[in-house]
Structure formats: structure tokens, C-alpha cells
């Protein structure tokens, strides 16, 4: 993951690249930080904490609303974004 460190109330651009066989496949989301924390997978993982494998997962909520959930990895840009000034 790349960016600056995130905070909680922060407006983010998330862009994550996911690299197939005909090439990288991008996809951007932007919305204000509800949380970021390491959580545990459903999956067993031998050397993870508890046996489990732990993935860094933002909550953000989008301006329509709609709360999303993502998985970050190190294709993931997190970017600050200027709140829009209410003139």
C-alpha cells in the first residue's frame, strides 16, 4: 500500500490494480475513512497471528451513501482528496 497515513474522517482516493493475464485491470473509489485496521481472514495460514491470515481492510463511506469494504495490498494507492468548499 502506498500513500500517506490515514486517518479516520479523512477523504480518500483508493486505487487498486489487479493484475491479470491481459494486462492490469484498475479500479478507483473515493469516500471518507470509517475505519482501518488488520483483520483476520476465514482462512487458515500457518505463520499468521492465530493461525489465520490477517489483510489490512479500509471502510469507507462513499457520498451516495454506500459503505464499502477494501482489501489493501501493496497495488493499492491511498490518496488524500480536498473536501469540496460549501460556498
Known sequence: MQGSAIQVNQRVRVTQTIRTRTGPWNS??????????????????????????????????????EVVELILSHD??????????KN
Open 28 to 65: 478507483a473509489v473515493e469516500g471518507t475513512v470509517l475505519s482501518i485496521s488488520p483483520q483476520p481472514t476465514g482462512s487458515w495460514f500457518a505463520h499468521g497471528k492465530n493461525d489465520r491470515l490477517w489483510l489490512n481492510r479500509l471502510r469507507l463511506l462513499k457520498d451516495d451513501g
Open 76 to 85: 493499492t494507492v491511498v490518496s488524500p482528496v480536498k473536501s469540496a468548499s
